[in-house]
């Protein structure tokens, strides 16, 4: 159901952005805010956020 599945990735783009607004550098927060935008067309927006989350984090973030 593709009305559900886009429910489902907004509340998951909502507490993921929670998340990173409280822990600047949480990779996975970051990790998967960039797939639910490239799964909405934002690669470059989703691009923009990792790097921003990559810069600030301590260690290696490509996690995937």
Not at 9 to 37: C, D, F, M, P, W
Not at 42 to 64: K, M
């Amino acid at each position: 159901n593709p009305k559900l599945e886009a429910t489902h990735l907004e509340k998951a783009k909502e507490l993921y952005t929670r998340v990173l607004i409280q822990h600047s550098s949480n990779l996975y927060a970051a990790n998967g805010t960039k797939v639910i935008l490239v799964e909405k067309g934002h690669l470059d927006v989703s691009n923009d956020i990792f790097t921003q989350v990559q810069e600030a984090a301590i260690g290696d973030v490509w996690i995937n």
